[in-house]
Nanobody, 118 residues
Framework: QVQLVESGGGLVQPGGSLRLSCAAS????????MGWYRQAPGSQRELVAR???????YYADSVKDRFAVSRGNGKNTLYLQMNSLKPEDTAVYYC????????????WGQGTQVTVSS
């Protein structure tokens, strides 16, 4: 079974930067989608950014030109570089993989808290 572990969250002032990491462990032969979601208190979980097989990326309008999603050289690692952070970026951030090992499946990380506040 694949497990995802996020790291890199924390408290940052408005205008600051953070880099989130997500590392996958377990048997993965192909990754179809890698993405970051976030959920703020009282809100639904929303897609922030993702990479699909082939390298195409997608960003939510609210983070375009501020966030950058990338895949690590080891291929089973995902990053989210967050710049020019705003208080409204405060949320728990989750990474998400769609992959195949013995069969096609999906996995979520446990989440990492990002708080943007002065």
């Amino acid at each position: 079974q694949v497990q995802l572990v996020e790291s890199g969250g924390g408290l940052v002032q408005p205008g600051g930067s953070l880099r989130l990491s997500c590392a996958a462990s377990g048997s993965i032969s192909t990754i179809y989608v890698m993405g970051w979601y976030r959920q703020a208190p009282g809100s639904q979980r929303e897609l922030v950014a993702r990479i699909i097989s082939g390298g195409n990326t997608y960003y939510a309008d609210s983070v375009k030109d501020r966030f950058a999603v990338s895949r690590g050289n080891g291929k089973n690692t995902l990053y989210l570089q967050m710049n020019s952070l705003k208080p409204e970026d405060t949320a728990v951030y989750y990474c998400y993989f769609e992959y195949s090992g013995s069969y096609r499946a999906a996995a979520w990380g446990q989440g990492t808290q990002v708080t943007v506040s002065s």
